[in-house]
């Protein structure tokens, strides 16, 4: 017989869960009246012992039917559910491994985001795990700093979500970086070295540079020493005309880095004017010996620049191969930290760095607000940001159905509203995952169990007097 309807007289509506579990129950009892008239059928003309055995394998039968059939339901329900659960289990065993016990926050925190950058007004393509990675780096980087003391509460939280918007233009661990290098090692705040990090980035993007070169040039000069002690608009504009530099000798800008390191100390200004001046002497040309012996990275750059252009025309005024040769030579061993094919064009071409600026100074008055959305969707592929919209929409569907499973598991097992724990823990997916994954296999056992026991079919009674043959 069917298992009667959910509603009857004056009783409420049945919930969702209730529904869906009463069509699953109706079905079973439809599947076991089946096999039970089939049985009776075959079994009219069969010895009772035979019967017997039939009806003993019609209540194997449908116990078999209610575990599988409501184990199926519930695989039906919680697909996505499942998903979900997976990945904010893996995301807490990563996070709890850097961030310990503010993992239950950090995962809350992931979650939103998730679902924020990839909406559809968004369509940034950034992936969990991503935004996962970058709440990891920042708080391994900045915990206990003066960057976390001065951003205050939830503010390597906000930061941590700023990076994860650009994971897809450049790694979370390069961009921690350098806004770890420009908050601490100069005196901007976090978020005006967090600003600066994105405008270097976006610059080189629009000028078409690859897009972490001045952002790790800058680095360098800073952790280097050469530009050290010095304003953001200094370290700024030395970057662009090293880079620029750098670029007119057929190179970059860490190369022309390189020289300007080897010129932190008197001693090493006094040793390089010591090896230009007998090449100088010899072509008759005036050192800048000034700005040669300037502690100011730009003079001494301007200097070089000044010494290599007068080089490089007393190189094209000679004929001979041999004389050009030795002006390369000696050229070269001045100029220790520069690479020779560097030397060589700056000899041949001269060193011109007008070109450069002018695009790098326009590039960078349209990079003040830092990395556009736009430069943020360049990186990622279609596909990427298709994949990553999907799984956002999969990712809140995962967690609908985890509520919607454990109102059914509680219907399946008499947990009902009065039973606040185990319902609180599998709605609240952020709060432990751990004992999430635990009750939700618990309960599922439990309602396996329960359904058997409702669904077995109880074995006839032995009849008298009958004998079992085997």
């Known amino acids: 017989m069917a298992a009667p309807n959910v509603t009857s007289g004056n009783n409420p509506p049945a919930s969702p869960a209730a529904l869906t579990l009463q069509n699953f129950a109706n079905q079973a009892q439809q599947a076991l009246q089946d096999i039970t008239n089939t049985a009776a059928q075959v079994g009219a003309t069969l010895p009772p012992q035979v019967k017997d055995l039939a009806a003993a394998t019609v209540s194997l039968k449908a116990a078999t039917l209610a575990l599988g059939g409501s184990l199926q339901l519930l695989g039906k329900i919680a697909s996505e559910g499942k998903e979900t659960l997976t990945t904010l ?3 807490q065993v990563e996070l709890s491994k850097t961030i310990g016990s503010e993992t239950p926050a950090a995962l809350k925190t992931a979650t939103e985001a998730f679902k924020d950058f990839n909406s559809v007004t968004k369509l940034l393509g950034i992936s969990f795990n991503q935004i996962r990675d970058s709440i990891k780096e920042t708080n391994a ?7 976390d003391a001065a951003l205050g509460a939830n503010g390597l939280k906000q930061l941590s979500l700023e990076i994860a ?13 350098g806004v770890k290098t420009f908050s601490l090692q100069t005196s901007l705040s976090t978020k005006e070295a967090k600003l600066f990090t994105d405008q270097l980035i976006e610059t080189a993007f629009k000028v078409g540079l690859p897009r972490e070169a001045l952002l790790n040039l800058s680095n360098d000069l800073l952790s280097s020493g050469v530009a050290f002690g010095q304003s953001k608009q200094q370290i700024e504009d030395l970057t662009f005309k090293t880079e620029a530099f750098g670029r007119a000798l057929g190179t970059s800008g860490q190369a022309v880095r390189g020289q300007l390191e080897s010129l932190q100390t008197i001693r090493g200004r006094v040793g390089f004017i010591q090896r230009l001046e007998p090449i100088a002497g010899r072509l008759g040309i005036a050192l800048p010996i000034s700005k040669l012996l300037s502690d100011d990275p730009a003079e001494q750059q301007e200097a070089i620049s000044q010494v290599l252009s ?29 690479p020779a094919r560097a030397i060589q064009t700056a000899l041949e071409s001269g060193v011109d760095i007008r070109d450069a600026m002018k695009q790098l100074t326009e ?22 940001k298709f994949d990553e919209f999907i799984n956002a929409l999969k990712f809140t569907a995962g967690q609908q159905q985890l509520k919607l499973l454990n109102s059914i598991l ?8 009065n039973t606040k724990k185990t319902n609180t823990e599998l709605e609240n997916l952020n709060e432990n995952i751990g004992k999430l ?11 396996a169990e329960k359904v058997e026991k409702q669904l077995t079919v109880p074995a006839p009674p032995n009849r008298p007097g009958a004998q079992s043959r085997f």
């Open 89 to 91: 289990d893996e995301a």
């Open 410 to 417: 509680g219907a399946m097992t008499g947990t009902n509203s």
């Open 141 to 147: 980087q900045f915990k206990f700093t003066g960057v």
């Open 310 to 338: 007068g080089f490089s025309q007393a190189y094209r005024e000679q004929s001979g191969a041999g004389q050009r040769r030795a002006i390369f030579l000696a050229t070269r061993q001045a100029f220790q930290s520069l």
């Open 165 to 177: 918007k650009n994971a897809n233009v450049l790694e979370e661990s390069k961009l921690v970086d």
């Open 363 to 384: 590039a960078r008055r349209t990079a003040e607000a830092g990395i556009s959305d736009n430069t943020r969707r360049t990186f990622a592929t279609f596909s990427k």
């Open 437 to 447: 994954a635990n009750a939700t296999v618990n309960l599922a056992n439990k309602a």
